[in-house]
């Protein structure tokens, strides 16, 4: 069964600090990986989604790189800002077979950007 | 348009009552999917539906939840007898198609506290 480790569980950073936050899944086997925004009380929203066949994809400030063979993402957020304190959750696409296309979650890292 | 909207935000029902929770996927999006957020984790994978058939429903936790799409847009969650352990956030989500390339876009879910 793929299980989905977030470390940390919590991050406090000042304002302007690069940071990075850490995905890692125990089966490559994997269609694709997000990387999703939560506000509190909020849905998710979508940030970045790298394909398996993908080492690393950017917008903007942000910058997700994925090492399928090691179980490794890593989401690189440049010059934070306050704005951008919420839960950052990771989530994989497990490729089994026909039929299936759930996406597993991790526990998510909660950020808080310091002015 | 616009993206996915989810009916009602919150929901508080008394342990025992039956609930309907409603799923508007983005136009166009022929996959939806339902999951579940319990405070403090990840969301986790209920039901998916591609068109107006449930293409696999192995995250329902129990016979008291259903889901349906009847027209293959709006999804209804049905849940009877509820029980206090139902209390969590449930996530829509809709991709254009289910495959490879399925970028998943969530709803802001609705919040469901059984009492």
């Known amino acids: 069964k793929q299980e989905v480790t977030q470390i940390p569980a919590a991050l406090s950073v000042p304002e302007g600090e690069n940071l990075v936050l850490n995905c890692s899944f125990t089966?490559?086997?994997?269609?694709?990986l997000q990387w999703f925004r939560q506000d509190p009380g909020k849905g998710l929203t979508s940030l970045l989604l790298?394909?398996?066949?993908?080492r690393e994809q950017t917008s903007g400030r942000l910058n997700a790189s994925l090492d399928k063979s090691s179980g490794r993402s890593t989401l690189y957020i440049a010059a934070s800002q306050p704005g951008d304190s919420a839960t950052y959750l990771c989530?994989?696409?497990?490729?089994?077979?026909?039929?299936?296309?759930?996406?597993?979650f991790g526990k998510g890292t909660k950020l808080s950007v310091i002015p | 348009g616009a993206g996915v909207s989810q009916t009602p935000s919150n929901k508080v029902t008394e342990k025992g009552k039956y609930v309907e929770l409603r799923c508007d996927p983005i136009s166009g999006h022929t996959a939806l999917y339902w999951y579940r957020q319990s405070l403090g984790q990840g969301p986790e994978f209920l039901i998916y539906?591609?068109?107006?058939?449930?293409?696999?429903d192995s995250g329902l936790p129990n016979d008291r939840f259903f889901a349906v799409r009847p027209e293959g847009s709006v999804s209804t969650l049905k849940i009877q007898r509820t029980e206090r352990g139902d209390s969590a956030v449930y996530l829509c989500a809709s991709s254009f198609f289910a495959g490879e390339m399925n970028e998943q876009y969530f709803g802001p879910g609705t919040r469901l506290t059984v009492t």
């Open positions: 539906f591609q068109g107006t058939g449930a293409a696999d």
């Open positions: 089966d490559s086997a994997i269609y694709n």
């Open positions: 790298i394909q398996s066949s993908q």
């Open positions: 989530a994989v696409h497990p490729y089994s077979g026909a039929g299936s296309y759930q996406l597993t």
